[in-house]
């Protein structure tokens, strides 16, 4: 799995609109318990250029996220993108359509509080605990940059600011940003301090227009000062918030990242002038367990070199033997390549042979520490062997039409909803039809799929619980080794107490499409108190 999800830990809507009397405003209104979030603005309703706005707070457990970077559940800076995800919420108010929301880190600490009542702002804290279109906490007003009390929120703002945007068109589109960035910035800070969450309104253009007075960019009183603004209304965009009862539907940042690994040892494929020279390359991993866990090598950690050199096998093809093969790599002709180290105890190289006169029916890969030239040593430690089954491209004098038989051979029935499970999907063609032969003296081939990714929906509904992560960051991509697909999956990412399905699709290069293949594969998630 290669996606985790941190839930908001407060958020609120603060308002300057006017309560029923349109008379008194809300601004001392407070709603951080309500279920929704809101944003809108109204111009002209209580007189012809009266200016009412809603905005939404909402801050994250960075400490959380820090921790989970240090333990290596979530990558290392760079390997990593965080999206800002917020769902719609159906309401009977009128939707807004064509317009932009704001997302802006907030720049102080405020509060959340307990208010409810979205409609009259019957909430008011007083002075209390909770923040409001007036105070970010109780008794404490928002600030500007140069410490003046401001209404509305305060915001980081200038150069080098982090600021996103997303547009909607019909207005009842989810709310999803990049925000990678901001993030970050928490993330590379020595304590949360500054991490205040962020702010989301209407842009300036589509907030109501107001001309203080008293000049430009001064408040008069609670209402901003927005020369550039709509004398038209946006009225009501509405967000499910972390109060909700949909579990799915709650505010969240996910990181996602891509982790698939693809180990074409079960698929190795001879150099040929039928495939691209990107083709002709295989990728080899090692997976070095210490004890029944990854381990770095000694001494070969993110900075040390690893070499890898291939060997044909002897006459029962049971070990190496001879000297080094030559392989054809785009640097020339070479018999050691340098291995990389992918992440704690895992190293990986890409490799290219040309096949000899006769094909040889095994292969050996060696790896090992030092390269064959070595000023100084004439022997290496080698630290692993491994077995390779060359296989050799084939033209066709049709068309391939592959259909697959899957299955996942250690699915659960039901699994705790804080386990994280390693899932492994079995794939052969399904019109594979073997000789009494093969039948007897050999397994089903296991066929790797290289482009392929899962999702999950709740059967009860069909919610797509975990929709098909197919884009750059590529989080639902499954891996690949000599035993077939595989991917990992943290059952805390769904609600417990329900059955789930995993459907799979494959990506098609010829149709240029993903086809989702019609198996599913059922298990529950269950919460036990013991």
């Known amino acids: 799995m290669a996606f985790k999800k941190y839930v908001a830990n407060a958020d609120n809507t603060i308002v300057n609109a006017f309560q029923a009397d349109l008379t008194t405003r809300g601004t001392g209104a407070n709603m951080g318990e309500a279920d929704v979030l809101e944003v809108f603005s109204i111009y002209g309703r209580e007189s012809t250029s009266s200016a009412e706005l809603s905005r939404i707070l909402i801050n994250f457990p960075v400490s959380t996220m820090k921790s989970d970077r240090t333990s290596g559940v979530i990558p290392a800076s760079g390997s990593v993108s965080f999206y800002l995800r917020m769902y719609n919420a159906k309401t009977s108010k009128t939707v807004p359509r064509d317009y932009k929301l ?46 003046d009390s401001i209404v509305g929120g ?10 996103y945007s997303q547009s909607f068109s019909t207005g009842l589109e989810d709310l999803d940003v990049d925000i990678t960035s901001l993030v970050e910035g928490w993330m590379e800070a020595s304590s949360t301090t500054g991490s205040y969450g962020v702010g989301i309104h209407l842009s300036a253009a589509y907030e109501a227009y107001y001309s203080s007075s008293l000049g430009i ?25 972390r109060g909700s009862q949909y579990f799915f539907k709650r505010p969240n940042i996910q990181a996602r990242w891509n982790s698939v690994k693809r180990d074409d040892r079960g698929d190795f494929y001879y150099s040929s002038s039928l495939a691209p020279s990107t083709d002709n390359l295989n990728t080899l991993y090692l997976y070095n367990y210490v004890r029944g866990r990854l381990t770095n090598i000694p001494g070969i950690g993110s900075g040390g070199k690893i070499y890898v ?29 340098t291995g990389g180290h992918v992440s704690t105890g895992i190293y990986s190289c890409s490799l290219a042979l040309t096949a000899a006169t006769t094909i040889v029916k095994t292969l050996f890969d060696v790896w090992h520490d030092i390269e064959a ?9 080698q630290y692993f062997t491994g077995a390779i089954t060359p296989q050799r491209y084939l033209g066709f004098n049709h068309a391939l039409e592959p259909v697959y038989y899957m299955n996942i051979t250690n699915l659960k029935d039901s699994y705790r909803s804080n386990e994280k499970a390693r899932l492994n999907l079995y794939v052969r063609n399904k019109n594979w039809n073997p000789n009494i032969y093969t039948k007897a003296n050999s397994n089903p081939p296991n066929t790797s799929i290289p482009s392929s990714s899962y999702r999950v929906f709740r059967l009860l509904d069909a919610y797509e619980a975990v929709p098909y992560g197919t884009g750059s960051d590529f989080h639902t991509g499954l891996s690949y080794d000599v035993s077939g697909n595989y991917f990992d999956f943290d059952m805390n990412t769904l609600e417990s107490g329900y059955a789930y399905a995993f459907k799979f699709a494959f990506y098609d290069a010829e149709l240029k499409s993903w086809l989702e293949q019609d198996q599913a594969f059922k298990f529950r998630v269950e919460s036990y108190e013991y």
Do not use: C
């Not at 209402?223 to 965009?237: C, P, Q, V």
């Open 102 to 147: 704001m997302v802006i880190p907030i720049s102080q600490s405020w509060q959340e509080g307990d208010g409810l009542d979205l409609e009259n702002y019957s909430d008011q804290t007083k002075d209390g605990i909770g923040s409001n279109w007036l105070n970010a906490a109780g008794g404490t007003t928002w600030l500007s940059d140069a410490g």
């Open 373 to 381: 030239t070595h000023p100084t040593r004439s022997t290496s430690t």
């Open 154 to 163: 305060s915001y980081k703002t200038g150069s080098g600011v982090n600021i």
């Open 217 to 241: 960019g001064i408040e008069t009183g609670s209402i901003l000062d927005n020369r550039e603004g709509a004398t038209t209304s946006y009225y009501t965009k509405r967000f499910f918030a």
């Open 309 to 337: 050199s291939l060997y044909s096998g002897s006459a029962d093809n049971s070990a190496p033997s001879g000297s080094k093969l030559v392989l054809s790599m785009d640097a020339g002709t070479v018999t050691n390549v």
